[in-house]
């Protein structure tokens, strides 16, 4: 069996904590309490192989900038989360992209989420934005609401794919020449 840390980073009130809780628990969390740093843990069967994936949730706010190199330096995996309801969290992706590269010297199995895609009409960064991005970072795009469930355990399975691949990247679904660790879909 084998084992993942996997670091939720992204900017405070995205989602961070209710992705990761709805992962571990299939629990929705409504309330928005600032977290610090948590774990959660689940052992699931990913392509007919058992696994077990720790999560570290990360705190989002710059106060806490500090840790953010520690929590990359533990993570094996990444999920880069903002929120469609809010262009700031969008704008803010590149600071913690570019912590995660100078930690990781390299370039690290990530993922780019957009989470709350279940608020249709507070939508302020479109599904093609979030697709842009991903393919200027080089890596995969999903978008996700934690509420709703939809793409949650998707995520994590595409991760731990990437993950198991040597050199930690994610395969490319197209001809394109390939910058990072994940892929666009």
Known sequence: MDNWRVAVL???GVGKTALAVQFTLNSFVETYDPTIEDAYRKQLVVDNRMCFVEVIDTAGQEEYATLRDQWVRE?????????????STFNRLEVFRQSMCRVKRGDPAFILVGNKCDKTYEREVSKEE???????????FIE??????????????????????P??????KTKEKRQGKCIIM
């Open 130 to 140: 979030g697709a842009a991005m991903a393919r200027r970072f080089g890596c995969e």
């Open 144 to 165: 996700t609401s934690a509420k709703t469930t939809q793409n949650v355990e998707r995520l994590f399975m595409n991760l731990v794919r990437a993950l198991r691949q």
């Open 75 to 87: 993570g094996q995996g990444f999920i880069l989360v903002y929120s469609v309801t809010s262009r």
């Open 10 to 12: 992204g900017d405070g």
């Open 167 to 172: 050199g930690g990247s994610v395969p490319t």
